[in-house]
């Protein structure tokens, strides 16, 4: 099993910027692939961000997420970073890593094995 544990959210104005962290545990099989996902009020949850945590540590991206938000690891800490700047009203939700083997790819889409409880990020 994998255990995953977010934190960082809170509320920030249009245009600042947070760092959310997820902090993995279990079997490094299960996270060989890590992704962040959100989901707003009344819509439907969507990928933002992956990466490979082991070997190249290569990093996957939506669309909605290029050029403002970077996904990163500490792998001494087995924590994974989502850094988000110039952020925007939309980007409100509540965000979620997720954890899977590497056997599907890391971009942040499909199914994902395992899930942390999420942390909310309010921008006004």
């Keep these: 099993d994998v255990q995953l544990v977010e934190s ?8 600042g910027s947070l760092r959310l962290s997820c902090a993995a545990s279990g079997t490094t099989y299960g996270r ?11 819509k439907e949850r969507e990928g933002v961000a992956g ?8 990093t996957y991206y ?5 050029g403002r938000f970077t996904i ?9 970073y ?5 952020l925007k009203p939309e980007d409100t939700a509540i965000y979620y890593c997720a954890a899977r083997s590497s056997g599907y790819g890391c971009y ?17």
Excluded: E
């Design 8 to 15: 960082g959210g809170g509320s920030v104005q249009a245009g």
């Design 32 to 42: 060989q692939c890590i992704g962040w996902f959100r989901q707003a009020p009344g």
């Design 51 to 58: 990466i490979y945590t082991i070997g190249s540590g290569s």
């Design 62 to 66: 939506a669309d909605s997420a290029k």
């Design 72 to 80: 990163s690891q500490d792998k001494a800490k087995n924590t994974v």
């Design 82 to 86: 989502l850094q988000m700047s110039s």
């Design 108 to 124: 942040p889409k499909g199914h994902y094995t395992y899930w942390g409880q999420g942390t909310q990020v309010t921008v006004s």
